[in-house]
């Protein structure tokens, strides 16, 4: 429509942001520029709430929820699936499903005690097309009920809302069998993850793992730092080597204060736990995904799915670890 979205998220008067869309859809230039595009509307509320092209293919989120029911109760009973829990979020919907017969079990040194993940699947589908669907595998930690996601190949759990609607049908389901034909997986990634030792020098080694981990919680880093008092600065006559070598010894004080500050009461409690006989990564990853269940839905949701993409990351790259 030609009106930038910082300027309308500025507008704080209740529905003077409609009133001004409204007024530039109903000016003739503007509607000129739209006849290729289509309004998708809540016909309860009679509101516009998304623009699509011409390509798009409706799919909204009731019919999205019944396919996804009707391919689970095509599956055979071996592996069968439960609704765990959805969300909401403006015109997006996320539904998860629980496995009944597989779960991931990590034991301690001595085989005595056992900490039991289900695994499951997560589907998400964007009414006006602001992006594909998308089919995740779904992880649940019971100790502490921690969630986390973990994205499957893009080429294979993801729907483009375009084409015809026949093919984007048959494309739906393709996807969705094809995830579950490589379910197994997820147990191996929890068993790689698990097994590798949360060593903060070593992560610290590598300036790119280092991003992404903090970049699981927006602002971690900084928290910590000026919790602490540990802004690094440094020293602007040494050489590359020593100032990295800083840097690294930086980082390294810093991601294992994570625990600390991001910890809940399962996730903290467990680097002295009998469930281990020394921290793992898998038990880092779980202080991001305790903590995300203080935080709204949104925010949430995209703690679980940056833990899940960071934990695909470290099995498919153990060799760095």
Do not use: W
Not at 179 to 185: A, D, G, H, S, T
Not at 208 to 233: A, M, N, T, W, Y
Not at 310 to 318: C, G, H, I, L, M
Request: glycine share 6%; charged share 30%.
């Amino acid at each position: 429509l030609g009106y930038r979205i910082d300027q309308l998220a500025r507008l704080h008067e209740p529905s003077l942001a409609s009133q001004v869309l409204n007024d530039l859809i109903s000016q003739s230039d503007v509607l000129d520029g739209l006849r290729r595009d289509q309004f998708v509307v809540d016909e309860r509320s009679r509101t516009i709430i998304g623009l699509v092209s011409e390509s798009y293919v409706t799919y909204s989120n009731e019919d999205f929820f019944q396919d996804v029911q009707s391919f689970l109760s095509d599956l055979a009973l071996d592996d069968s699936f439960s609704f765990c829990e959805g969300f909401g979020i403006n015109t997006e919907l996320t539904i998860r499903f629980r496995s009944e017969k597989r779960h991931g079990v990590v034991k301690d040194a001595r085989g005595e005690k056992t900490d039991r993940t289900d695994f499951g699947i997560e589907l998400k589908n964007s009414m006006v097309g602001t992006s594909a669907v998308h089919i995740s595998y779904f992880l649940n930690r019971l100790l502490c009920s921690n969630g986390m996601t973990v994205p499957t190949a893009s080429s294979v759990g993801r729907v483009i809302h375009s084409g015809k609607r026949g093919s984007f049908n048959r494309r739906m389901e393709h996807c969705f069998f094809e995830v579950l034909r490589n379910f197994r997986r997820i147990g191996d990634l929890l068993e790689q993850v698990s097994a590798i030792s949360f060593e903060p020098g070593q992560l610290a080694e590598n300036k790119g793992i280092v991003d992404q981990l903090f970049g699981i919680i927006p602002g971690s880093k900084k928290k910590i730092c000026d919790d602490e008092k540990l802004h690094f600065r440094p020293e602007p006559d040494l050489s590359v080597a020593d100032k990295r070598r800083q840097r690294i010894a930086h980082d390294t004080e810093v991601i294992s204060l994570l625990p600390k500050h991001f910890g809940r009461e399962h996730s903290a409690a467990v680097f002295n736990s009998p469930y281990r006989d020394n921290a793992s990564l898998f038990d880092l990853l779980n202080v991001f995904t305790e903590y995300a269940k203080e935080e709204s839905p949104e925010r949430k949701l995209g703690i679980q799915q940056r833990t899940g993409s960071f934990a695909k990351y470290v099995a498919e790259n153990s060799g760095k670890f």
